[in-house]
């Protein structure tokens, strides 16, 4: 029992923590709180939909990780050092997005959003390499669920936070408050220590670009590895798609969907997150993709259940929390998973380039949801996304079977 507290109760969990709260933060002040400030200002629906192509720098930052892989800054080594000039550049952006005109210059906002994007992006590579390579592969499902925990925090704190101090102070002032707080994953980076580099790091740019690609595709079962990173959870995310819609249709109130489905959803997706970690402790990574896969299943069958119930508000809250810890787990679970699979001289690469490819499904499997439920009605298309989760199960029978000691930890 000491061993599995002094597990949990560590430095480096800590930073995994407050790691992912530095990226967690930046990400919605370029979504909704700037969406929020520009329709303020008057600007048109149009240019505010446009503003979401800012967000691209997210799904192409494997363009650029093979330059932090190949070259070391001369300070604070390999991770932290590119680390902390992302963060300086990244609270330079963020200041910067604040003193632009949101009305009288589109463009400008544009181009300092997507600065903070791009280096928020960079950020992400780092700190998903620098979590790779300090934790051990037992410790990876429980530094990776205490990183989505501290991410969610800060999306929270960039939100809600932000959309309550805008009421308050100007959005300029909102902004310089949002950078300000940065200066905990500065603190953070300047504090922590750098992770081991025992695999050695690439020698030339050519072999940082090609060799991670190569090395992937090397291995036995590659491309079925890839086909399970990008199955796991898409049934779970066609469902997550469509839930606002179908709480309205069954009657539920907007207050009812705020105070059920977001905060108390919000805090059962943090102790999922923490339980799965813990569990992944115990059990390893391998046997929790497939109890965390099937109760992910479970849940979204859950939501076929509610729908034939209609408006049950006691429903609604065992459905939410049950969806919410089950989808917690599953993550923590898979980012572990995701994690392991990457050469460590090649982390930063190879991490975000499987990180960017997991959104293709979820973009292009989400697409054609509405029309689905409106084909299907409501259980149906619950009972659609439930079955949508075994062909990644299938999978795992070969690439994470149970009793096979030598497959992924």
């Known amino acids: 029992m000491s061993g599995l507290i002094r597990q949990i109760f560590n430095t480096r969990m800590l930073v995994s923590l407050l790691m992912g709260f530095a990226c967690g933060l930046p990400l ?9 400030w520009m329709r303020q200002e008057g600007v048109d629906l149009a240019t505010i939909g446009l503003m979401a192509l800012v967000g691209l720098p997210y799904t192409l930052k494997f363009l650029w990780a093979p330059l932090l892989d190949r070259y070391t800054l001369p300070f604070l080594g390999r991770r932290r050092g590119w680390m902390l000039v992302a963060q300086l550049c990244l609270m330079a952006a963020i200041v910067g997005l604040g003193f632009t005109q949101p009305a009288q210059q589109p463009t400008m906002v544009a181009l300092v959003a997507l600065l903070v994007t791009f280096f928020s992006a960079t950020q992400d590579i780092l700190v ?17 669920s205490l990183y989505v925990n501290g991410y969610r925090v800060g999306m929270l704190l960039a939100s809600g936070g932000g959309m309550i101090l805008a009421d308050h102070i100007s959005f300029t002032m909102v902004y310089m408050v949002m950078a300000g707080t940065m200066l905990l994953g500065v603190f953070t980076t300047l504090l922590c220590h750098e992770p081991p580099h025992p695999g050695g790091t690439p020698r030339t740019l050519k072999e940082a670009v090609v060799e991670p690609f190569v090395e992937y595709f090397q291995r036995s079962g590659a491309l ?35 105070a059920v489905v977001k905060l108390f959803g919000f805090w059962a997706t943090i102790a999922g ?22 109760l992910q299943a479970l849940s979204t069958a859950g939501f076929a259940v509610l729908a034939g119930l209609g408006h049950h508000l006691t429903g609604l809250a065992a459905v939410i929390a049950f969806e919410n810890l089950t989808s917690g787990m599953g993550t923590a679970a898979f980012l572990a998973f995701m994690a392991s699979l990457t050469d460590r001289r090649f982390t930063a690469t190879q991490y975000a380039l499987l990180s960017s490819l997991i959104g293709v499904p979820r973009v292009l499997a989400s697409a054609p949801t509405g029309w689905m439920a409106q084909v299907m009605g409501w259980q149906g298309f619950f009972v659609f996304c439930t079955l949508a989760a075994i062909p990644g199960l299938v999978l795992l029978l070969r690439y994470a079977p149970l009793r096979d000691p030598a497959g992924p930890k």
Not at 28 to 36: H, K, M, P
């Open 224 to 258: 079925g590895l890839l086909a399970f990173v990008l199955l796991y959870k898409i049934g779970d995310s066609m469902a997550s798609t469509m839930t606002t819609p179908f709480y309205l249709d069954l009657g539920f109130s907007k207050t009812e969907i705020g």
């Open 128 to 144: 998903d390499a620098y979590r790779r390579e300090d934790l051990s592969d037992e410790e990876l499902g429980l530094g990776s």
């Open 28 to 36: 919605l002040l370029t979504i909704s709180l700037l969406q929020a």
């Open 273 to 294: 997150g923490l339980l799965g970690g813990i569990i992944i402790l115990k059990q390893g990574i391998r046997r929790c993709l497939w109890i965390f896969g099937v």
